[in-house]
């Protein structure tokens, strides 16, 4: 049970790292998603750390934030966005993009077996705290 | 071994970026207390050297209104460790970057490495604490398991150009114009550098690896030679057409 709470709580913070490297990619409305198999790389050999988490509100310059993360054996599954800045059309259009493919770097990662992302910096900055709050709530 | 090892993790924003912190020692008081203790010197170097910030240090000092005698003693600390980095890099790492006042460049870094530092001294020894990226690893990620950081592609969004494996402390740092759009500026043209799309330095400490790493970006076309030259530090760049190259001692890091 522990050793499954490490390896959720290992994705957490690869998964923020991921974030905080994308470009200009604002979080946006309800595009959710992606669901997808993982390939599963160690046995965490229990499981805990198995459900939908709800992260914190978070305000950002452009409007508020806020995720929930399903999590199936301390893995993270799928992340939705519940709220997102009202936005132009310019900025729908990344966030379009930008939004699951977000969320399949995360799942990809995982799978990678990395526990940390090194590229030039740049902040998702209320989509990275608020999944990590859900995530917070997922392993502790 | 990690059956009873719960780690600690924690995420802060501060200076303009995302620094997070994984711990995987016993998660003792000391501990919590040097994570406390760690995010807190972020904080207050982002006070100290904030160049967004009017009334930091660094600003003031940029500006003339006060000698760096008036400054906290990182202050004096930070501008030798520039102009040790200026004179390594033949001046492709510049205080000055564009014309005022910012060792921006080096501040982020070195704030990781201290932050890394706090916790060692605390008894966490397996320890990797990322600014915004840029990574200063200690230990292990487990018993008899080094830590893997991936290398992000600077074209391919979600690819990863390599995966570095460190088996002992090392730090890891990309520079690169993908993220931000161009930020690096060549100091000797003021304009941004883009002959290199990324370029990813390892070494043993963040501070200058970090430094190393933009001084290495800006230098472009020159850098490989350079860096083939430094010791203790090799390199992976991939060049706007795709292209790819490795100083001869990267791959005992990665492929």
Not at chain 1, 23 to 50: C, K, L, M, N
Not at chain 2, 19 to 44: G, N, W
Not at chain 2, 108 to 137: F, M, P, Y
Request: glycine fraction near 10%; include cysteine.
């Amino acid at each position: 049970m522990r050793r499954a709470v490490l390896v959720g709580t290992g994705s957490s913070a690869l998964v923020v790292a991921l974030l905080a490297l994308k470009p200009h990619q604002i979080p946006g409305p309800d595009t959710s998603a992606a669901r997808s198999p993982v390939p599963s790389h160690t046995s965490t050999g229990a499981s805990t750390g198995t459900g939908t988490y709800t992260g914190d509100p978070v305000d950002t310059r452009y409007g508020t934030v806020q995720v929930a993360v399903t999590v199936t054996d301390g893995r993270i599954t799928a992340v939705k966005v519940i709220q997102a800045p009202d936005q132009n059309g310019r900025d729908q259009q990344i966030s379009s993009q930008a939004l699951p493919q977000l969320t399949q770097e995360a799942i990809k990662a995982q799978s990678a077996h990395i526990d940390a992302v090194s590229g030039a910096s740049y902040t998702s900055q209320g989509y990275a705290q608020s999944l990590q709050s859900a995530l917070d709530q997922a392993h502790v | 071994m990690s059956d009873t090892t719960a780690g600690l993790r924690h995420v802060e924003h501060v200076m303009g970026s995302v620094f997070s912190f994984d711990i995987r020692d016993e998660p003792t008081p000391a501990v919590r207390r040097a994570l406390d203790e760690a995010v807190h010197h972020l904080h207050r170097i982002d006070e100290v050297f904030s160049t967004y910030r009017p009334d930091s240090c660094i600003s003031r000092l940029g500006r003339g209104e006060i000698r760096r005698e008036d400054c906290p003693s990182e202050v004096l600390e930070v501008l030798f460790l520039c102009a040790h980095a200026a004179r390594v890099s033949d001046g492709w790492f510049s205080i000055v970057p564009e014309g005022t006042l910012d060792p921006s460049g080096l501040v982020k870094g070195w704030a990781v490495e201290a932050a890394s530092r706090i916790l060692h001294e605390a008894g966490a020894h397996d320890t990797c604490v990322n600014g915004g990226g840029d990574i200063q690893i200690r230990g292990r990620a487990a018993p008899a398991t080094p830590w893997r950081i991936g290398v992000a592609h600077p074209l391919r969004p979600g690819e990863l150009v390599t995966v570095v494996t460190a088996h002992d402390d090392l730090a890891v740092a990309t520079s690169g114009t993908a993220e931000r759009g161009a930020h690096i500026v060549d100091p000797f043209t003021g304009r941004p550098a883009t002959a290199l799309a990324s370029l990813t330095l390892v070494g043993p400490r963040l501070t200058l690896t970090d430094t190393y790493a933009t001084a290495a970006f800006a230098r472009g076309d020159g850098a490989r030679d350079w860096l083939e030259g430094l010791h203790g530090y090799e390199a992976l760049a991939v060049t706007p057409d795709g292209g790819e190259w490795r100083t001869t001692g990267f791959h005992r890091y990665g492929s």
